[in-house]
T-cell receptor, first 108, second 115 residues
Framework: RKEVEQDPGPFNVPEGATVAFNCTYS??????FFWYRQDCRKEPKLLMS???SGNEDGRFTAQLNRASQYISLLIRDSKLSDSATYLC?????????FGSGTKLNVKP | DVKVTQSSRYLVKRTGEKVFLECVQD?????MFWYRQDPGLGLRLIYF???????EKGDIPEGYSVSREKKERFSLILESASTNQTSMYLC??????????????FGAGTRLSVL
C-alpha cells in the first residue's frame, strides 16, 4: 500500500469553479502535511502547509482529518493559472512521502 | 530566496556509465534529499542527508550512492547506469527547524536518459 494516495484526475473545471482534492495517508503517526504545486516540466513548489485546525490562504483552503487520515485542498474561483498538478506530501519520521499528484485543468 | 541548483537539466548516458548528478543549495540548510519522479509513481526518495558526511537510504537506494563532503553540496552517483534509471531526478533541501516549517525547496530537476 502506498504511503500517500491521491486521485490522479484530471479534474477539468471551468474558470470560476470551486474544486476539491482529497488525499489519504497510511501512517497514523505522520507529523506534518503539505500541498505542493507542480507545473508541467517544472519542480514542485510549496503551496501551503496544512495545520490541524485547517488553514486558508486566499482562494485556497486546506483541511486535515487525523481520525480518517486524509487531507483536503479546496480551490475557490479557479483561475486559468491554477492549472497544474497538486501533490499531497506527508512527513513521517524525518521522511517526506509524496502522492503521485492530482492534475487540474482550468478551462476558459 | 532559496536557491537549489542542479548541474544539468538534461543528460544522456550509455548503459554501464558512471553518472554524477550534482546539487548545490545556498541557504545553509542541514537537510538534503534526492528523489526520482516517474509518471504515476510520484516522487520516490533515493537518499537523504541530515549533515555533512552523513547519509541515509531512502525507499529506493539500489543502484545509487551519494556523497556529502560539504554542507551545500549533495551528489548522487549512479555506479553503472541502467535503462531503468531513466527518469527525472530532483534534489531538495530543507532547514532543520520546527515541523510545520520543515519545507522542502527543490531544484529544477535533471532529466536523465540512459540508452
Amino acid at each position: 500500500r502506498k504511503e500517500v494516495e491521491q486521485d490522479p484526475g484530471p479534474f477539468n473545471v471551468p474558470e470560476g469553479a470551486t474544486v476539491a482534492f482529497n488525499c489519504t495517508y497510511s501512517n497514523s503517526a505522520s507529523q506534518s502535511f503539505f500541498w505542493y504545486r507542480q507545473d508541467c516540466r517544472k519542480e514542485p513548489k510549496l503551496l501551503m502547509s496544512v495545520y490541524s485546525s485547517g488553514n486558508e490562504d486566499g482562494r485556497f483552503t486546506a483541511q486535515l482529518n487525523r481520525a480518517s487520515q486524509y487531507i483536503s485542498l479546496l480551490i475557490r474561483d479557479s483561475k486559468l493559472s491554477d492549472s497544474a498538478t497538486y501533490l499531497c506530501v506527508v512527513k513521517s519520521f524525518n521522511k517526506f512521502y509524496f502522492g503521485s499528484g492530482t492534475k487540474l485543468n482550468v478551462k476558459p | 530566496d532559496v536557491k537549489v541548483t542542479q548541474s544539468s537539466r538534461y543528460l544522456v548516458k550509455r548503459t554501464g556509465e558512471k553518472v554524477f548528478l550534482e546539487c548545490v543549495q545556498d541557504m545553509d540548510h542541514e537537510n538534503m534529499f534526492w528523489y526520482r519522479q516517474d509518471p504515476g509513481l510520484g516522487l520516490r526518495l533515493i537518499y537523504f542527508s541530515y549533515d555533512v558526511k552523513m547519509k541515509e537510504k531512502g525507499d529506493i537506494p539500489e543502484g545509487y550512492s551519494v556523497s556529502r563532503e560539504k554542507k551545500e553540496r549533495f551528489s548522487l552517483i549512479l555506479e553503472s547506469a541502467s535503462t531503468n534509471q531513466t527518469s527525472m531526478y530532483l534534489c531538495a533541501s530543507s532547514p532543520r527547524t520546527d515541523l510545520a516549517k520543515n519545507i522542502q525547496y527543490f531544484g529544477a530537476g535533471t532529466r536523465l536518459s540512459v540508452l
